[in-house]
Nanobody
Framework: VHLVESGGGPVQSGGSLRLTCVAS????????RAWFRQAPGKEREAVAT???????TYVDSVKGRFTISKDNAKNILYLQMDNLKPEDAGMYYC???????????????????WGQGTQVTVSS
């Protein structure tokens, strides 16, 4: 499975970005998808997850501002980010896991596949 993110870039506080993650290869069985972010000097954290049943979870800091979704026909994962804040800045990674269960409680090490990341910069 190969994951490629795009859509990051500089944006002013209050602005929006849509991140895209294109998956290729044998994605059958990658039931759980997620977006993680990592700010300099901080651990990688999950910001949103999407289960195969369509269930979603969000870290509290992005609830109401970020939306995770997936185009199953094209095998593309999205993260719509609205009302961005400086603290949202960081490298954003998409990830996929070969398990049915999905949610914020699953650590980064439990994901099987990762993209290379796309940088998001938010200026105040």
């Amino acid at each position: 499975v190969h994951l490629v993110e795009s859509g990051g870039g500089p944006v002013q506080s209050g602005g929006s970005l849509r991140l895209t993650c294109v998956a290729s290869g044998d994605t059958v069985g990658t039931y759980c998808r997620a977006w993680f972010r990592q700010a300099p000097g901080k651990e990688r954290e999950a910001v949103a997850t999407l289960g195969s049943d369509g269930s979603t979870t969000y870290v509290d800091s992005v609830k109401g501002r970020f939306t995770i979704s997936k185009d199953n026909a094209k095998n593309i994962l999205y993260l719509q980010m609205d009302n961005l804040k400086p603290e949202d800045a960081g490298m954003y990674y998409c990830a996929a896991a070969n398990r049915y269960w999905c949610g914020l409680s699953y650590a980064a090490v439990t994901y099987n596949y990762w993209g290379q990341g796309t940088q998001v910069t938010v200026s105040s």
